[in-house]
């Protein structure tokens, strides 16, 4: 039912949960997963999650790097990367970094790039110091 596969591109192990498999309740998985079965629930993966082809989740899911061939009913939040490819099917809200959706991909939610860790720098012109962006002043003008 479980796996632990190596991963060429990584020093450490792949979780596999087979395309027979089928979980309902939460999932915590220490580095990275490769779902090809059912669940129901939450997934928490630390590294990066792939759900295969034949992969059916209603579930939330949060890890660093998720990418979909299947179909997830479900919010995600990732760390880095969001990939959807040409057979995902997502109905689910997204925060991610950064988003890739290959063409033939299918997409019903809401998303929300999220922001950089450390705001960019202003430097005023008048002024000396550096400030985020976050601490910059919005001055309206009326016409």
Known sequence: MFKKLSNSQSSGETTLIAAECQITGSIKINGNARIDGKIEGSVHATGDLVIGTSAFLKADIEANTVSIAGEVRGNIKTTDLLELSATARLFGDICTRQLKIE?????????????????????????????SVKETKRVSTRA
């Open 103 to 131: 063409q033939g991909a299918h997409f019903t939610g809401k998303s929300q790039l999220l922001e950089e860790t450390t705001p960019p720098l202003i430097i005023l012109e008048n002024s000396k110091a550096p400030c």
